[in-house]
């Protein structure tokens, strides 16, 4: 079992900065591939960002690529979601998911574990 505890959300105007964290309380964190998934409401789930856990490959939703970064520290059991140049549409709950995979994820049905979600609102 793994538990997922994001950390770091709240209320930022446009074009402002936040960083996400998520801790996973587990011994063999290095065996899973952690993701990035957001919800807005009357929405989907979408993904947003994946990093695997050996080489570190990241992927990237086109909508965030270039202002988002998606990085994990292994020693600490912790992955982060640096999220800059935010926009309106980037408001939704946040969740950071695990799975057990060497390779970059972007479908949500292949991750297994999931936090409790975080909201993020960024303000016109």
């Known amino acids: 079992q793994v538990q997922l505890v994001e950390s770091g959300g709240g209320l930022v105007q446009a074009g402002g900065s936040l960083r996400l964290s998520c801790a996973a309380s587990?011994?063999?964190?290095?065996?899973?591939?952690m993701g990035w998934f957001r919800q807005a409401p009357g929405k989907e789930r979408e993904f947003v960002a994946t990093?695997?856990?050996?080489?570190?490959?990241?992927t990237y939703a086109d909508s965030v690529k270039g202002r988002f970064t998606i990085s994990r520290d292994n020693a600490k059991n912790t992955v982060d979601l640096q999220m800059n140049s935010l926009k309106p549409e980037d408001t939704a709950v946040y969740y950071c998911?695990?799975?057990?995979?060497?390779?970059?994820?972007?479908?949500?049905?292949?991750?297994?574990?999931w936090g409790q979600g975080i909201q993020v609102t960024v303000s016109s």
């Open positions: 587990t011994h063999t964190f290095r065996q899973y591939t």
């Open positions: 998911a695990a799975a057990l995979s060497l390779s970059p994820l972007t479908n949500s049905k292949s991750f297994g574990y």
């Open positions: 990093i695997t856990w050996n080489l570190g490959t990241t």
